[in-house]
């Protein structure tokens, strides 16, 4: 049956006269989230108090909620756990591939990369110390950088300023064949394309919830480690719930079962709940339905803004296979111009130096919404309306 996306979309709360394009960056709220949330705080917190972790289940939501997760990017029952922010997941991952590769030195990214995973990757080689490095390259060089120096290969798929696709199942590929293990990193991937891990031969994978999976602001990260390598992969941040027993209360580390061993502290149960809930939303939904209308939306919205708007010029890959579910165009002023469509009710965001971004997002996002955006857009560039003291006053979040 083809994804009802009447449907879909009657499951958001949008703001009247809103056009949200900024779903890549944190999703909308379902309705059903705030239900959720609202009886987990009042039935289960105020009424089970710390009989909830038994009897309302929270102590199994990590591994739950991530097998749910796990559908959406093809990794199988029991390898995805939910928990921590994407950061500290990156670090956990990379920690994990490094210490299996003992012989290597080198943590292969690229410059594309999101800043915090590049961080995470240099503060773990800082503390490993021993002549860890972390090495980046251009996006395009990334393939032929891959070579029997490298220990892990921690690519993020979807370019989260351009919105370029990386090819996974190559470069893992190639990975493999040079013997170094992968880290993705999912956050502009999951929810927002078809994505199969296994098919792909990824080692680790990562990525958050706020954006694509619509949790809301904070909503944890996720984590998923092959099953060829769940029981070998030591987990760095090793937190009393990745432990075998953890109501043993031993005082020796042993690591849990599977990516069990992946958790690491009390989990976020009113964020889970309402990332729970959240899933809802994609019982019925098939991914392939909303890859094709992803497309559809985002050739729908550069043929328009390059028709109507001359000053912009196409950042992202033009041929769609190559782009994730955002396109992104260049301009000096971009901020400025960005600040004027979100006064005017039309929300993507802005990347530096010159990116202004928008995400397509087929379950509450149609063609009338694109047309009143690319109308929108032309009309703030023909009379100039971006150019406001007040249009580029940054914010503290851009
Ligand atoms: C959004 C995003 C993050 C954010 O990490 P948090 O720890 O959740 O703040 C990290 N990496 C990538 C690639 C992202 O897109």
């Given at each position: 049956m083809?994804?009802?996306?009447?449907?879909?979309?009657?499951?958001?709360?949008?703001?009247?006269?809103?056009?949200?394009?900024?779903?890549?960056?944190l999703?909308p709220?379902?309705?059903?989230?705030?239900?959720?949330?609202?009886r987990?705080v009042?039935?289960?917190?105020?009424?089970?108090?710390?009989?909830?972790?038994?009897?309302?289940?929270?102590?199994?939501?990590?591994?739950?909620?991530?097998?749910?997760i796990g559908?959406?990017?093809?990794?199988?029952?029991?390898?995805?756990?939910?928990?921590?922010?994407l950061s500290?997941?990156?670090?956990?991952?990379?920690?994990?591939a490094a210490?299996l590769?003992?012989?290597?030195?080198?943590?292969?990214?690229d410059?594309?990369n999101?800043?915090?995973d590049?961080?995470?990757a240099?503060?773990?080689?800082?503390?490993?110390g021993?002549?860890?490095?972390?090495?980046?390259?251009?996006?395009?060089?990334?393939?032929?950088?891959?070579?029997?120096?490298?220990a892990?290969?921690?690519?993020?798929?979807?370019?989260?300023?351009t919105?370029?696709?990386?090819?996974?199942?190559?470069l893992?590929?190639?990975?493999?064949?040079?013997g170094?293990?992968?880290?993705w990193?999912?956050?502009?991937?999951?929810?927002?394309?078809?994505?199969?891990?296994?098919?792909?031969?990824?080692?680790?994978?990562?990525?958050?919830?706020y954006?694509?999976?619509?949790?809301?602001?904070?909503?944890?990260?996720?984590i998923?480690?092959?099953?060829?390598?769940?029981?070998?992969?030591r987990?760095?941040?090793?937190?009393?719930?990745g432990?075998?027993?953890?109501?043993?209360?031993?005082?020796?580390?042993?690591?849990?079962?599977?990516?069990?061993?992946?958790?690491?502290?009390?989990p976020p149960i009113?964020?889970?709940?309402?990332l729970?809930?959240?899933?809802?939303?994609?019982?019925g939904?098939?991914?392939?339905?909303?890859?094709?209308?992803s497309?559809?939306?985002?050739?729908?919205?550069?043929?328009g803004?390059e028709?109507a708007?001359?000053?912009?010029?196409?950042?992202?890959?033009?041929?769609?296979?190559?782009?994730?579910s955002?396109?992104?165009?260049?301009?000096?002023?971009?901020?400025?111009?960005?600040?004027?469509?979100?006064?005017?009710?039309v929300?993507?965001?802005?990347?530096?130096?010159?990116?202004l971004?928008?995400?397509?997002?087929?379950?509450?996002?149609?063609?009338a919404?694109?047309?009143?955006?690319?109308?929108?857009?032309?009309?703030?560039?023909?009379?100039?309306?971006?150019?406001?003291?007040d249009?580029?006053?940054?914010?503290?979040?851009?």
């Open positions: 083809p994804t009802d996306f009447g449907a879909t979309r009657a499951m958001f709360y949008i703001p009247e006269g809103v056009v949200y394009l900024d779903g890549n960056s999703g709220m379902p309705l059903a989230a705030a239900a959720r949330v609202a987990t009042t039935d289960e917190w105020g009424g089970l108090l710390i009989r909830g972790w038994n009897e309302a289940g929270w102590m199994d939501l990590p591994a739950r909620v991530g097998d749910r559908r959406l990017i093809g990794a199988p029952a029991g390898t995805v756990v939910t928990g921590d922010t500290i997941k990156v670090y956990q991952a990379l920690a994990s210490a590769r003992p012989d290597r030195r080198v943590i292969l990214s410059t594309g999101f800043p915090s590049l961080y995470m240099d503060g773990l080689c800082r503390t490993l021993d002549g860890w490095r972390l090495v980046t390259v251009a996006p395009e060089d990334v393939a032929d950088a891959i070579d029997a120096s490298v892990v290969l921690m690519l993020t798929e979807v370019d989260y300023r919105g370029r696709l990386h090819d996974m199942a190559a893992t590929a190639r990975a493999h064949t040079a170094a293990l992968t880290v990193d999912l956050a502009h991937s999951a929810g927002a394309l078809p994505v199969d891990v296994t098919a792909a031969g990824a080692d680790f994978a990562v990525g958050c919830t954006k694509y999976l619509n949790s809301g602001p904070g909503g944890p990260a996720f998923h480690v092959a099953p060829r390598l769940a029981e070998a992969a987990p760095a941040l090793s937190g009393w719930l432990h075998e027993a953890p109501f043993a209360f031993d005082l020796d580390y042993r690591p849990g079962r599977g990516i069990e061993r992946m958790r690491v502290g009390t009113l964020q889970l709940a309402a729970d809930a959240a899933m809802d939303v994609w019982e939904v098939s991914m392939a339905d909303v890859r094709a209308r497309i559809a939306l985002s050739q729908a919205f550069i043929a803004v028709a708007c001359p000053a912009l010029t196409l950042a992202s890959p033009r041929d769609p296979a190559a782009r994730g955002q396109v992104s165009f260049r301009h000096p002023e971009g901020y400025a111009i960005m600040q004027a469509l979100i006064a005017r009710g929300i993507g965001d802005f990347r530096a130096p010159d990116i971004r928008f995400g397509f997002t087929p379950l509450y996002i149609g063609e919404e694109v047309a009143r955006a690319v109308a929108v857009l032309a009309e703030v560039m023909a009379t100039g309306a971006w150019d406001r003291p249009y580029r006053r940054r914010a503290k979040v851009t």
